[in-house]
């Protein structure tokens, strides 16, 4: 089935590791995001990428980076985790549509992380 | 750039009665304007989106309404059942951008 897929689903770790969340789309889509968001909070986007090769930093400030290797693939990595990373972060896609014809973006389940 | 407002930022209406959340938005640019259904420890979901061409749009208890003179836009949920309490974003998109600017958000209660 064609979704956005997200793991791990929740992660509790220490402070000073190196983290990678995983984010896969199967939807063909060529633009992906991610939004850091706490429980029932405002979405802020922290990456996003036009396509392969393609990476921009969102509105919020994050600490966090991205790669955009293959279409489907959209990881973010923390180097080194402390407590103020402790959030939930949501990964989104969209197909390009026409050009300048703005699409949907559709989202993944999360990744909830608690940093201790 | 764009900045959304949302409100009310908690709403609690009885079953059967309508609901209406209204947003403002700041770049007259904005032409793309969805609004997303968030349930507890779910995903967002996309419930409805509207264009700039167009004044109001429906699906079936649900319709948003956009006025470009006045930047605003409101989602409205008529027949209200439990299974509607959630959390409601509206954002904003500017023309040839396919980033979202998101507002706050509102809670929704529907109690039975």
């Known amino acids: 089935e064609a979704d956005i897929y997200q793991t791990p689903r929740y992660l509790v770790i220490g402070t000073g590791k190196k983290i990678t969340l995983e984010c896969s789309q199967t939807?063909?889509?060529?633009?992906m995001y991610w939004y850091q968001q706490d429980p029932g909070m405002e979405l802020h986007l922290i990456h996003y990428s036009y396509g392969v090769n393609s990476t921009e930093k969102g509105d919020l400030s994050s600490e966090s980076t991205v790669s955009r290797i293959r279409t489907e693939h959209f990881p973010l990595t923390l180097e080194s985790a402390r407590p103020s990373h402790t959030s939930q972060y949501l990964c989104?896609?969209?197909?390009?549509?026409?050009?300048?014809?703005?699409?949907?973006?559709?989202f993944g389940d999360g990744t909830r992380l608690s940093i201790l | 750039g764009e900045n959304v407002e949302q409100h009310p930022s908690t709403l609690s209406v009885q079953e059967g009665d309508s609901a209406v959340i209204k947003c403002t938005y700041s770049d007259s640019a904005s032409n793309y304007f969805p609004w997303y259904k968030q349930e507890l420890g779910k995903r967002p979901q996309l419930i409805i989106d509207?264009?700039?061409?167009?004044g109001e749009k429906k699906d079936q208890r649900i319709a948003v309404t956009l006025n470009k003179t006045a930047k605003h836009f409101s989602l409205h949920i008529t027949e209200t059942q439990p299974e509607d309490s959630a959390v409601y974003f509206c954002?904003?998109?500017?023309?040839?951008?396919?980033?979202?600017?998101f507002g706050k958000g509102t809670m929704l209660l529907v109690s039975p």
């Open positions: 509207i264009r700039s061409n167009v």
């Open positions: 939807m063909g889509h060529d633009k």
């Open positions: 954002a904003a998109s500017i023309l040839g951008y396919s980033t979202l600017t």
């Open positions: 989104a896609s969209s197909d390009p549509g026409q050009e300048y014809s703005n699409q949907p973006q559709h």
